[in-house]
């Protein structure tokens, strides 16, 4: 348990949560559709803790914030479509998934291990000082434990993650109250992902279908066959390994969770780039954010259809 502090937003509040952001640790902050708990998206343990704080039992992929196009193009590649949308209506509540850029600072864990990213660049004067004060990229989700509706009131999120973040930010009540609108968008096409407070007029019929989020076209899981509890590698397996075994790579050799899930889709792309065929893997104690590793082994495990 930590103690959480909840500060009204000064400038004051975002120099303590830059001083925070920069030890890799997550904080609670408004942004115009609802708190976000923000992380530094360029590493893995930092985006790992708020996997951690939130409880979520899964990995999917996070928003990451900036503030201007500008800052976006370091991060992900846009098109012309993209461009223009990004110029009607940033800042604001539109997030844009896009390919990731090669050499992107982005953490793997941030993208849960996809080629392309959700990019967005916030209204709310919090998150942009924020930004500005951290000076790189956020990870945000919504600042709510897993499982709990979205928040809209620092109070929300003090109820929620209180005693597992160590600041909130108090900027009142969010605007739209509603997360933002997600559009893929690639080859000249939009795909809304996710409806929400910008209405492009897209629908089932011209936009391709909606997908509702953790059932994604997008979860990466590796072209190979994975086995999960590995204790030893048979010949033509890979083995990830993690406190005593100790495998070809490791995903913490001190048997660290946060450390684990931090590299886990570095790892995993790693593996298929040997020339072994198959993947094994350590087991991975169930519990805390080990549970949202194994739920994804788990899953890049089983038999694709
Ligand atoms: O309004 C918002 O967007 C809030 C505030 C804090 O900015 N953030 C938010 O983040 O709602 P989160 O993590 O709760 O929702 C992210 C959504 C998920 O449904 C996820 O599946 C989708 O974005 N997403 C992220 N990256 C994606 C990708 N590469 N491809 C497809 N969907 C993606
Ligand atoms: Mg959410």
């Known amino acids: 348990m930590v103690q959480t502090k909840v500060l009204p937003y000064d400038a004051g509040a975002i120099a303590e949560a830059a001083r925070l ?142 005693g597992r973040i160590s600041l909130i930010v108090d900027g009142g009540p969010t605007g739209h109250g509603l997360e933002s609108t997600i559009v893929a968008v690639s080859g000249g096409r939009m795909r809304l992902l996710r409806p929400g407070p910008i209405d492009l007029g897209l629908d089932t019929d011209t936009g391709g279908g909606v997908e509702a989020p953790g059932q994604l076209e997008s979860h990466y899981a590796p072209a190979r066959p994975l086995r999960l509890d590995a204790t030893a590698a048979a010949g033509d397996e890979w083995l990830i390994g993690f406190g005593e075994v100790a495998g070809d790579a490791s995903l913490s050799r001190s048997g660290d969770l946060v450390e684990a899930a931090a590299g886990l889709f570095d790892r995993l792309h790693e593996a298929e780039r040997q020339d072994r065929p198959r993947i094994a893997v350590a087991p991975i104690p169930d519990n805390g954010i080990g549970r949202a590793i194994n739920d994804r082994l788990r899953r890049a495990a089983a038999p694709r259809s």
């Open 21 to 162: 952001i920069g030890e890799g640790l997550p904080v609670g902050v408004p942004t115009e559709t609802v708190y976000g708990l923000a992380a530094d998206a360029t590493r893995g343990e930092a985006v790992a803790r708020i996997y951690e704080a939130k409880g979520r039992p899964s990995f999917n992929p996070l928003i990451v914030h900036v503030l201007d196009v500008g800052q976006a193009e370091t991060v992900a590649e846009f098109d012309v479509q993209a461009q223009e949308l990004a110029e009607r209506h940033w800042p604001g509540p539109l997030t844009l998934v896009l390919p990731l850029r090669p050499g992107s600072p982005i953490a793997s864990l941030v993208t849960a291990g996809l080629p392309t990213v959700a990019i967005r660049a916030p209204a709310h004067p919090a998150m942009r000082d924020l930004l500005v004060a951290a000076g790189r990229p956020l990870a945000a989700p919504s600042a709510n434990a897993s499982g709990r509706i979205s928040p809209t009131r620092a109070e929300h999120v003090l109820a929620s993650l209180g």
